[in-house]
Structure formats: C-alpha cells, structure tokens
C-alpha cells in the first residue's frame, strides 16, 4: 500500500504563515513529479504548484510570489511554504504525486487533504 500523509494545515491569522508537509509512505520505488492542489468549498479543485524530481518547479501566477515548492527526494516529501496567507487561499490543500512502485510501473496518487483556514 503506498500513500500521501499531509500535515501542517490549521487556523491562521490574515498575513500569517504556514507550511504544509506530505509524505509518500509504502513500498515506493521512486517518486517522479508531486504538486500541490487546493479546493475550496463550492469549487472545482485548482493546481498551486508542481516540482518535478530534478527540481523545475511552476506556480500559478496568483500564488508566484508568497508560495514556495520544495521537496527532499530522499525523504519522498514535498513541501509548501506559504507566508502572506489571505482569506482567498482558504482551502483543503491537496498532494499529489506520480509514484513508481517499480521500474515499470508508475500511478497517480492523492493524500487525503489538510485544511487551511485563514481569519480576519
């Protein structure tokens, strides 16, 4: 059984920060591409940022600059550093990552959420 375990979310103040965490757990071969999605309620669910194993990473253009993508290949774990939290990015953040469990064979997988709240 292989999954995502995300961590970090909670209840922040407008303008403050937080850094989610998720780690691929189970018989992983290797971890190629991970990014990070969220949903709001009532909404479709949205890319944020992706980073690919040799470490290209993208943003959507409204999160370029407070957000940041990382990831410890090592520890098949990939992070997002978010700092200037408005009430917009309100959301159960989602991972998402395209593992191998051997040489030949690669699947898509999601964790479960963490909820970020953001009060005014």
């Known amino acids: 059984q292989v999954h995502l375990v995300e961590s970090g979310g909670g209840l922040v103040q407008s303008g403050g920060s937080l850094r989610l965490s998720c780690e691929g757990t189970?018989?992983?071969?290797?971890?190629?591409?991970m990014a990070w999605y969220r949903q709001a309620p009532g909404k479709e669910r949205d890319l944020v940022a992706t980073?690919?194993?040799?470490?290209?990473?993208h943003y959507v253009d409204s999160v370029k600059d407070p957000f940041t993508i990382s990831s410890d290949n090592a520890k098949n774990t990939v992070y997002l550093q978010m700092n200037n939290l408005q009430f917009e990015d309100a959301a159960v953040y989602l991972c998402?990552?395209?593992?191998?469990?051997?040489?030949?064979?690669?699947?898509?997988?999601w964790g479960q959420g963490t909820q970020v709240t953001v009060s005014s």
């Open positions: 980073i690919q194993r040799g470490g290209e990473t």
């Open positions: 189970g018989n992983i071969y290797r971890i190629n591409n």
């Open positions: 998402f990552a395209e593992i191998q469990v051997s040489p030949n064979y690669e699947f898509e997988c």
